[in-house]
T-cell receptor, first 114, second 112 residues
Framework: DTGVSQNPRHKITKRGQNVTFRCDPI?????LYWYRQTLGQGPEFLTY????????KSRLLSDRFSAERPKGSFSTLEIQRTEQGDSAMYLC????????????FGPGTRLTVL | KQEVTQIPAALSVPEGENLVLNCSFT??????LQWFRQDPGKGLTSLLL?????REQTSGRLNASLDKSSGRSTLYIAASQPGDSATYLC???????????FGQGTELSVKP
């Protein structure tokens, strides 16, 4: 499978717990993006990497959120001390910049905070 | 600040109809515009990408147009089928950075 993969697909946690999500981009893609989507809304940008460098972070990415892409391949998104408002679908996308620039999305990780 | 709006929020049509989905954006300084399809509970599937220098792109029964000066894009779907039922999202990428700014989507239902 050459698409973007995300794990886990679903995560249920209790308020206050930490969670970590993983994204594996399309292998040759140098850019990796994280978005968050709540029900009935379009995705909202969180952060993106070019290779291992984190180039932009949204103000939505509070100090409880951290993302890494240590070797320029897969990425992790960690949420510390989860809150009920963190419940959402977390989407990862990758692209090959600057040549094609089309962002290809993974299936998402659905987080439910109880 | 870039804002993207999609109208209508929901649309129901009988099978076989041609239809148009609308997307508008407030800042014309865009790098490209992308249309996506999203099935319930799933990720996004890229349909078409239009560079800022282009006026339209076509793929099969889909045609997307871009008018940067007026801040509008349309997605035309010909001969709609029940399998086209999904939420359609447009997103713009600005000249600054790589992030996409999305509209809230149009939920399309095609009735057999």
């Amino acid at each position: 499978d050459t698409g973007v993969s995300q794990n886990p697909r679903h995560k249920i946690t209790k308020r206050g717990q930490n969670v970590t999500f993983r994204c594996d981009p399309i292998s040759e893609h140098n850019r990796l993006y994280w978005y968050r989507q709540t029900l009935g809304q379009g995705p909202e940008f969180l952060t993106y990497f070019q290779n291992e460098a984190q180039l932009e972070k949204s103000r939505l990415l509070s100090d409880r959120f951290s993302a890494e892409r240590p070797k320029g391949s897969f990425s992790t998104l960690e949420i510390q001390r989860t809150e009920q408002g963190d419940s959402a679908m977390y989407l990862c996308a990758s692209s090959l910049a600057p040549s094609t620039d089309t962002q290809y999305f993974g299936p998402g990780t659905r987080l439910t905070v109880l | 600040k870039q804002e993207v709006t999609q109208i209508p929020a929901a649309l129901s049509v009988p099978e076989g109809e041609n239809l148009v989905l609308n997307c508008s954006f407030t800042d014309s300084a865009i790098y490209n515009l992308q249309w996506f399809r999203q099935d319930p509970g799933k990720g996004l599937t890229s349909l078409l990408l239009i560079q800022s220098s282009q006026r339209e792109q076509t793929s099969g029964r889909l045609n997307a147009s871009l008018d940067k000066s007026s801040g509008r894009s349309t997605l035309y779907i010909a001969a709609s089928q029940p399998g086209d039922s999904a939420t359609y999202l447009c997103a713009v990428r600005s000249n600054q950075g790589g992030k996409l700014i999305f509209g809230q989507g149009t939920e399309l239902s095609v009735k057999p």
